[in-house]
């Protein structure tokens, strides 16, 4: 096997520029090849977090003095807000674009007709007779200098040219991030300007800013720098600062690419192939913000102003949650630093973690030596912290929280997602159908340590809980390793606490019939 993975090197080196090669060592690509030749080992649920059971239900009396932490520590300016978004808006049009591939010259009539027979014409349909209600619709009319009600009648496949098409809006190559999202009575936003809003209402310091981080392709750097403007131009806050800041996806994260007999893949022009390894590979962008405290939320998980109130009282609840226990945890840090902690401390100690931070007493706990003890709570206790906001489960597709037990016997609280399961095992696709609650990526981390020194978050991830990926290019097989997800092995040394939250701060828009959903339309 080592003389098969060195001779993928050498073609792999042999095909590369200087410039590729420092960005990707040897030793590196080999575990990745070793890795995407050998898989995985699936991992190991033992049941569904449930209320009471892994996921904490906040009682209302608690709030108000959660939502009061939250604004001491907010005044503070201990706060970021870190944003994937680099994605592009491709899958949200991809019905329509299929759409218009295997229908022309199509009617209103028509497309209703098609429906019948055709998810992709349906939601089609959906889009053109709810068109108005779109925040595109303005810019659309103005591209197309005529009655777009009548157009949408008698030729509806030229409006969707014009929202997708690069001499129109070119909608299906832009990031998600800069699409308009939102109509308003003397306005259209985007989901970046709803992101901006949103932030201003919790996350303002003493010093009236607002601090938020967008992950973003390179190449659409200055569209993002041309929307902030535009935002700054709007002055809908006059009274806050909005310190924003960009960061790309490390090159160097890429993997390697292999075709179906685990060779390296070489395109027609003999050159291999890197693909981006997921969102996992923003691990080193939120380690490198160095910051204190950390909300992360999806760039297309916004609301309308009407709905907002409910998501900024919840993001004030669950980061008011990660203060209350990571002060806790730090008392317990710097007491466990001394030589001898009385019997009666270590057992609030241990008491602590199991109904606060999912963190249960391994077998024969009661009968170690202090010391022994001391050092289990310390190794357990100093590292990152994360509350999620956990939503009940409607169907949605994603990850969600689970007890899983690690090859060492240890039981920890994760999110888990449909890739990391072996659904070949009856068992463990039961329990993975059985989860009540789903993640909607709604989380706040506390990434510095009881000395107030920045955690390095490499240290705390799962390498094995990677993904092999299979896709086909050009007609032909090809396989790549995504890094562990962000949240789920790329978090998966953290403290993981799970807390639910209404369904109503969840409003992600996967595809473009989403932004008719509640969440997503201000006047009803």
């Not at 096997?1 to 420092?22: K, V």
């Not at 490390?250 to 693909?275: C, G, M, Q, W």
Request: hydrophobic residues 35%.
């Amino acid at each position: 096997m080592d003389e098969f993975i060195n001779r993928q090197l050498e073609i792999l080196y042999s095909s590369m520029s200087e410039s590729e090669a420092r960005l990707h060592p040897p030793a590196k690509i080999k575990s990745q090849i070793q890795t995407i030749i050998n898989g995985f080992k699936p991992i190991n649920l033992i049941r569904p977090c449930r209320i009471g059971d892994g996921i904490i239900k906040i009682d209302e009396t608690k709030e108000k003095h959660l939502t009061d932490l939250f604004k001491k520590a907010c005044l503070s300016g201990r706060f970021t807000k870190f944003v994937p978004a680099s994605g592009a808006a491709t899958r949200m049009f991809s019905k329509l674009q299929a759409t218009i591939n295997k229908f022309s010259d199509f009617s209103l009539e028509d497309l209703k007709n098609y429906s019948e027979e055709d998810k992709n014409a349906e939601a089609t349909y959906r889009f053109l007779t709810n068109i108005e209600k779109f925040a595109c619709y303005e810019d659309l009319k103005i591209l197309l200098g005529q009655d777009l009600l009548n157009l949408v009648k008698i030729n509806p496949g030229k409006i969707i040219e014009k929202l997708l098409s690069p001499v129109g809006l070119n909608y299906s190559s832009k990031p998600k991030a800069l699409l308009k999202f939102h109509k308003y009575k003397n306005e259209s936003r985007t989901a970046f300007s709803e992101h901006l809003i949103e932030s201003y209402y919790y996350q303002k310091d003493f010093q009236n800013k607002v601090r938020i981080h967008f992950t973003i392709s390179e190449e659409h750097e200055n569209l993002f720098k041309e929307e902030f403007n535009r935002f700054l131009t709007n002055n809908y806050f006059s009274d806050a600062e909005f310190q924003i800041d960009f960061s790309f996806q490390n090159k160097s994260t890429d993997s390697v690419t292999l075709n179906a007999n685990n060779e390296i893949y070489l395109d027609e022009n003999l050159h291999p192939l890197f693909r981006p390894a997921g969102h996992g590979a923003l691990l080193e962008n939120l380690n490198d913000l160095k910051a204190d405290v950390i909300f992360i939320k999806n760039i297309d998980n916004v609301c309308v102003d009407r709905l907002k109130p409910i998501t900024i009282k919840y993001k004030k609840i669950l980061a008011g949650f990660l203060i209350l226990i990571q002060k806790q945890i730090f008392e317990y840090l710097n007491l466990l630093e001394q030589e001898k902690i009385p019997d009666n401390k270590i057992d609030e100690m241990i008491k602590f973690c199991e109904a606060f931070l999912n963190l249960p007493k391994p077998d024969g706990f009661v009968n170690w030596e202090n010391k022994k003890k001391r050092n289990f709570l310390f190794a357990k206790l100093n590292r990152p912290i994360r509350v999620c906001g956990v939503v009940k489960n409607e169907g949605q597709p994603g990850g969600a929280p689970f007890w899983v037990k690690n090859e060492d016997g240890e039981l920890s609280t994760q999110i888990v997602e449909g890739a990391q399961i072996d659904f070949n095992n009856e068992e463990q696709k039961l329990i993975f159908n059985n989860s009540t609650h789903f993640n909607p990526v709604d989380l706040v981390c506390g990434v510095r340590n009881y000395k107030g020194d920045n955690f390095n978050l490499n240290n705390y991830s799962d390498p094995m809980a990677a993904i092999i990926v299979r896709k086909f290019v050009n007609g032909f097989e090809i396989k790549s390793l995504e890094l562990p997800g962000l949240w789920n092995g790329g978090m998966s040394n953290w403290i993981s606490v799970f807390v639910e939250v209404p369904i109503e701060t969840f409003n992600p828009v996967k595809e473009l019939t989403d932004l008719l959903n509640p969440g997503h339309i201000e006047e009803e």
